[in-house]
Protein backbone atom coordinates (compact mmCIF):
# COMPACT_ATOMS: atom_id res chain seq x y z
CA UNK A 1 0.00 0.00 0.00
CA UNK A 2 1.44 3.53 -0.79
CA UNK A 3 0.32 6.77 0.62
CA UNK A 4 1.10 9.90 -1.63
CA UNK A 5 0.82 13.29 0.77
CA UNK A 6 0.53 16.45 -2.69
CA UNK A 7 2.03 19.58 -1.37
CA UNK A 8 3.05 22.48 -2.87
CA UNK A 9 6.73 24.69 -1.65
CA UNK A 10 6.04 26.40 1.38
CA UNK A 11 2.95 24.82 2.64
CA UNK A 12 2.95 25.57 6.66
CA UNK A 13 -0.30 22.87 7.23
CA UNK A 14 1.78 20.34 5.41
CA UNK A 15 4.76 20.38 7.43
CA UNK A 16 3.18 20.51 10.63
CA UNK A 17 1.20 17.55 9.76
CA UNK A 18 3.42 15.73 7.87
CA UNK A 19 4.96 13.72 11.22
CA UNK A 20 1.77 13.09 13.02
CA UNK A 21 0.27 11.59 9.11
CA UNK A 22 3.32 9.53 8.55
CA UNK A 23 3.00 7.79 12.27
CA UNK A 24 -0.40 7.21 11.91
CA UNK A 25 0.10 5.77 8.14
CA UNK A 26 2.55 3.43 9.57
CA UNK A 27 1.05 2.26 12.89
CA UNK A 28 -2.54 1.79 10.92
CA UNK A 29 -0.74 0.20 8.24
CA UNK A 30 2.37 -1.18 8.86
CA UNK A 31 4.89 -1.79 5.75
CA UNK A 32 3.08 1.49 4.15
CA UNK A 33 5.17 3.23 1.64
CA UNK A 34 5.23 6.87 2.40
CA UNK A 35 5.84 10.01 -0.81
CA UNK A 36 5.99 13.20 -0.32
CA UNK A 37 5.28 14.51 -3.95
CA UNK A 38 5.94 17.84 -5.16
CA UNK A 39 2.71 18.55 -7.55
CA UNK A 40 4.63 20.81 -9.42
CA UNK A 41 7.50 19.00 -9.82
CA UNK A 42 5.23 16.14 -10.53
CA UNK A 43 2.07 17.94 -12.42
CA UNK A 44 1.58 15.25 -14.68
CA UNK A 45 1.67 12.32 -12.22
CA UNK A 46 -0.99 14.85 -10.02
CA UNK A 47 -3.28 15.82 -13.25
CA UNK A 48 -3.12 11.71 -13.72
CA UNK A 49 -4.16 11.11 -10.27
CA UNK A 50 -7.32 13.69 -10.41
CA UNK A 51 -5.20 16.08 -7.88
CA UNK A 52 -7.13 19.78 -7.92
CA UNK A 53 -6.51 21.07 -4.64
CA UNK A 54 -3.50 21.23 -2.26
CA UNK A 55 -2.58 19.48 0.07
CA UNK A 56 -4.07 16.24 -1.23
CA UNK A 57 -3.61 12.46 -0.12
CA UNK A 58 -3.75 9.48 -2.49
CA UNK A 59 -3.56 6.01 -0.65
CA UNK A 60 -2.72 3.28 -3.71
CA UNK A 61 -2.68 6.02 -6.31
CA UNK A 62 -6.50 6.87 -5.36
CA UNK A 63 -7.29 10.53 -4.50
CA UNK A 64 -8.87 10.09 -0.64
CA UNK A 65 -8.34 13.18 1.13
CA UNK A 66 -8.87 17.00 -1.01
CA UNK A 67 -7.42 18.29 1.61
CA UNK A 68 -4.84 17.08 4.84
CA UNK A 69 -7.07 14.52 7.22
CA UNK A 70 -6.75 14.04 10.86
CA UNK A 71 -4.55 11.25 11.83
CA UNK A 72 -7.44 9.73 13.28
CA UNK A 73 -9.17 10.25 9.12
CA UNK A 74 -6.29 8.35 7.35
CA UNK A 75 -5.97 5.43 10.06
CA UNK A 76 -9.85 4.93 9.47
CA UNK A 77 -9.29 5.17 5.70
CA UNK A 78 -6.07 2.67 5.73
CA UNK A 79 -7.79 0.44 7.95
CA UNK A 80 -10.97 0.07 5.65
CA UNK A 81 -8.77 -0.68 3.16
CA UNK A 82 -6.48 -3.18 5.19
CA UNK A 83 -10.34 -4.88 5.65
CA UNK A 84 -11.55 -4.92 2.05
CA UNK A 85 -8.02 -5.89 0.11
CA UNK A 86 -6.98 -8.00 2.83
CA UNK A 87 -3.76 -9.94 0.49
CA UNK A 88 -3.19 -6.03 -0.78
CA UNK A 89 0.80 -5.92 -1.79
CA UNK A 90 1.04 -9.53 -1.40
CA UNK B 1 -18.52 84.32 1.33
CA UNK B 2 -15.38 85.67 3.51
CA UNK B 3 -14.18 82.21 4.64
CA UNK B 4 -11.93 83.92 7.36
CA UNK B 5 -11.68 80.33 9.34
CA UNK B 6 -11.95 77.10 8.74
CA UNK B 7 -11.69 74.67 10.96
CA UNK B 8 -11.98 70.45 9.89
CA UNK B 9 -14.51 68.79 11.82
CA UNK B 10 -13.40 64.87 10.45
CA UNK B 11 -15.27 62.67 8.36
CA UNK B 12 -18.58 63.10 7.22
CA UNK B 13 -20.12 59.69 8.20
CA UNK B 14 -23.29 61.21 8.85
CA UNK B 15 -23.63 62.48 5.07
CA UNK B 16 -22.53 58.75 4.00
CA UNK B 17 -19.44 60.29 2.68
CA UNK B 18 -16.90 59.07 4.97
CA UNK B 19 -14.16 59.94 2.46
CA UNK B 20 -15.04 63.18 2.79
CA UNK B 21 -13.52 66.06 5.56
CA UNK B 22 -17.00 68.20 6.78
CA UNK B 23 -15.68 72.01 6.99
CA UNK B 24 -17.23 74.22 9.29
CA UNK B 25 -16.39 77.86 7.19
CA UNK B 26 -16.67 80.81 9.61
CA UNK B 27 -17.63 84.21 8.33
CA UNK B 28 -16.70 86.98 10.48
CA UNK B 29 -18.44 90.19 7.99
CA UNK B 30 -20.60 92.43 9.57
CA UNK B 31 -23.92 89.74 8.64
CA UNK B 32 -21.19 87.13 10.47
CA UNK B 33 -22.54 83.58 9.12
CA UNK B 34 -21.18 79.89 10.06
CA UNK B 35 -21.56 77.43 6.83
CA UNK B 36 -20.79 74.10 6.62
CA UNK B 37 -18.69 72.17 3.96
CA UNK B 38 -18.05 68.89 2.57
CA UNK B 39 -14.89 69.44 0.89
CA UNK B 40 -11.76 68.04 -0.58
CA UNK B 41 -11.53 64.17 -1.46
CA UNK B 42 -14.62 63.58 -2.46
CA UNK B 43 -13.68 65.58 -5.84
CA UNK B 44 -10.86 63.05 -6.18
CA UNK B 45 -13.22 59.94 -6.33
CA UNK B 46 -14.47 58.50 -9.14
CA UNK B 47 -17.97 57.71 -10.66
CA UNK B 48 -18.91 54.30 -11.65
CA UNK B 49 -18.83 55.49 -15.26
CA UNK B 50 -15.11 57.31 -15.05
CA UNK B 51 -14.21 54.00 -12.85
CA UNK B 52 -15.48 51.99 -16.34
CA UNK B 53 -13.43 54.14 -18.48
CA UNK B 54 -10.19 53.86 -16.68
CA UNK B 55 -10.42 50.36 -16.47
CA UNK B 56 -11.89 49.88 -19.81
CA UNK B 57 -14.73 47.95 -18.27
CA UNK B 58 -18.56 48.54 -18.61
CA UNK B 59 -20.47 49.35 -16.01
CA UNK B 60 -22.07 46.43 -15.88
CA UNK B 61 -19.58 44.80 -15.39
CA UNK B 62 -18.39 46.86 -12.29
CA UNK B 63 -21.78 46.46 -10.80
CA UNK B 64 -21.28 42.95 -11.26
CA UNK B 65 -18.03 42.70 -9.90
CA UNK B 66 -19.60 45.02 -6.75
CA UNK B 67 -22.52 42.31 -6.09
CA UNK B 68 -19.61 39.39 -5.77
CA UNK B 69 -17.72 41.75 -3.36
CA UNK B 70 -14.97 42.18 -5.84
CA UNK B 71 -15.17 46.06 -5.41
CA UNK B 72 -17.06 48.54 -3.28
CA UNK B 73 -17.60 51.98 -3.63
CA UNK B 74 -15.59 54.14 -0.53
CA UNK B 75 -18.91 55.92 0.05
CA UNK B 76 -21.91 57.57 -1.90
CA UNK B 77 -23.10 60.97 -2.74
CA UNK B 78 -26.10 62.37 -0.94
CA UNK B 79 -28.47 61.63 -4.63
CA UNK B 80 -26.84 58.31 -3.82
CA UNK B 81 -24.52 57.70 -6.63
CA UNK B 82 -21.39 55.68 -6.22
CA UNK B 83 -18.28 56.49 -5.93
CA UNK B 84 -15.19 54.74 -5.73
CA UNK B 85 -11.20 55.60 -4.60
CA UNK B 86 -8.48 55.98 -6.46
CA UNK B 87 -6.98 52.72 -5.70
CA UNK B 88 -10.46 50.50 -7.44
CA UNK B 89 -8.87 50.88 -10.98
CA UNK B 90 -5.64 49.34 -9.57
CA UNK B 91 -8.06 46.69 -8.10
CA UNK B 92 -9.77 46.25 -11.34
CA UNK B 93 -6.91 45.79 -13.36
CA UNK B 94 -6.07 43.42 -11.00
CA UNK B 95 -9.72 41.16 -11.22
CA UNK B 96 -9.14 41.20 -14.80
CA UNK B 97 -5.39 39.64 -15.07
CA UNK B 98 -6.29 37.18 -12.41
CA UNK B 99 -9.48 36.23 -14.17
CA UNK B 100 -7.40 36.39 -17.81
CA UNK B 101 -5.44 33.07 -15.87
CA UNK B 102 -8.32 31.37 -15.24
CA UNK B 103 -9.46 32.08 -11.49
CA UNK B 104 -12.87 32.45 -10.96
CA UNK B 105 -14.13 35.46 -8.96
CA UNK B 106 -14.59 33.60 -5.92
CA UNK B 107 -10.56 32.35 -6.14
CA UNK B 108 -10.16 35.56 -6.87
CA UNK B 109 -12.20 37.25 -3.85
CA UNK B 110 -9.96 35.30 -2.02
CA UNK B 111 -6.65 36.12 -3.34
CA UNK B 112 -7.62 39.75 -3.02
CA UNK B 113 -8.22 38.53 0.55
CA UNK B 114 -4.83 37.14 0.79
CA UNK B 115 -3.66 40.87 -0.21
CA UNK B 116 -5.32 42.38 2.50
CA UNK B 117 -4.53 39.46 5.50
CA UNK B 118 -1.71 40.87 6.99
CA UNK B 119 -0.85 37.57 8.34
CA UNK B 120 -0.88 35.34 5.40
CA UNK B 121 1.93 34.94 3.22
CA UNK B 122 3.21 34.22 -0.79
CA UNK B 123 2.88 30.70 0.01
CA UNK B 124 -0.57 31.06 0.79
CA UNK B 125 -0.74 32.75 -3.15
CA UNK B 126 1.45 29.93 -4.61
CA UNK B 127 -0.82 27.18 -3.62
CA UNK B 128 -3.80 28.68 -5.28
CA UNK B 129 -2.20 29.18 -8.40
CA UNK B 130 -0.16 25.60 -8.19
CA UNK B 131 -4.13 24.94 -7.71
CA UNK B 132 -5.16 26.38 -10.61
CA UNK B 133 -2.33 25.48 -13.06
CA UNK B 134 -3.53 21.59 -11.62
CA UNK B 135 -7.15 22.28 -12.67
CA UNK B 136 -6.06 23.91 -16.13
CA UNK B 137 -3.68 20.72 -16.76
CA UNK B 138 -6.85 18.35 -15.49
CA UNK B 139 -8.94 20.94 -18.45
CA UNK B 140 -6.20 20.35 -21.91
CA UNK B 141 -5.96 16.51 -20.57
CA UNK B 142 -9.90 16.05 -21.26
CA UNK B 143 -10.00 17.94 -23.90
CA UNK B 144 -7.09 16.44 -25.60
CA UNK B 145 -9.01 12.86 -24.74
CA UNK B 146 -12.06 14.70 -26.54
CA UNK B 147 -9.91 15.37 -29.26
CA UNK B 148 -8.79 11.95 -29.86
CA UNK B 149 -12.18 10.91 -29.94
CA UNK B 150 -13.31 13.54 -32.65
CA UNK B 151 -9.88 11.82 -34.72
CA UNK B 152 -11.08 8.44 -34.51
CA UNK B 153 -14.56 9.27 -35.46
CA UNK B 154 -13.56 11.54 -38.11
CA UNK B 155 -11.07 9.17 -39.47
CA UNK B 156 -14.35 6.78 -39.68
CA UNK B 157 -16.17 8.73 -41.89
CA UNK B 158 -15.52 9.07 -45.73
CA UNK B 159 -16.93 12.17 -45.93
CA UNK B 160 -18.38 11.88 -49.08
CA UNK B 161 -21.95 12.11 -50.24
CA UNK B 162 -22.98 8.46 -48.65
CA UNK B 163 -26.72 9.32 -47.02
CA UNK B 164 -26.54 10.55 -43.18
CA UNK B 165 -28.39 7.65 -41.84
CA UNK B 166 -25.06 5.79 -43.01
CA UNK B 167 -22.47 8.64 -41.33
CA UNK B 168 -19.83 6.50 -39.36
CA UNK B 169 -19.85 9.86 -37.09
CA UNK B 170 -23.40 10.06 -36.41
CA UNK B 171 -23.36 6.38 -35.32
CA UNK B 172 -20.26 6.43 -33.15
CA UNK B 173 -22.16 8.72 -30.84
CA UNK B 174 -25.40 6.88 -30.68
CA UNK B 175 -22.73 3.78 -29.26
CA UNK B 176 -21.64 6.38 -26.72
CA UNK B 177 -25.03 7.17 -26.11
CA UNK B 178 -26.13 3.92 -25.50
CA UNK B 179 -22.79 3.09 -23.47
CA UNK B 180 -20.97 0.94 -26.12
CA UNK B 181 -17.50 2.22 -26.85
CA UNK B 182 -17.39 4.28 -30.04
Known sequence: ?90 | MLADSVVDYGSATHLNMPEARLKIVLDFGVHSKVYTMVLAEQARMLTIGKLAAIAEISTDSLRYYEREGLVRPASLTRAGYRLYGEDSAQRIQFIKHAQACGFTLAEIRELLELREHTTACCSDVRRLAVEKKLQIEARIKALKTMSKALDIMISNCAGDAIPVGECAILAALEEAKSGKKP
Open chain 1, 1 to 90: MIVELFFTEGCRKCAAARDELKAAAERSAPGVSWREVNALKELDYAVELGILTLPALAIDKEVVFASLPTPAQLAKALQQRLEHEPFHGH
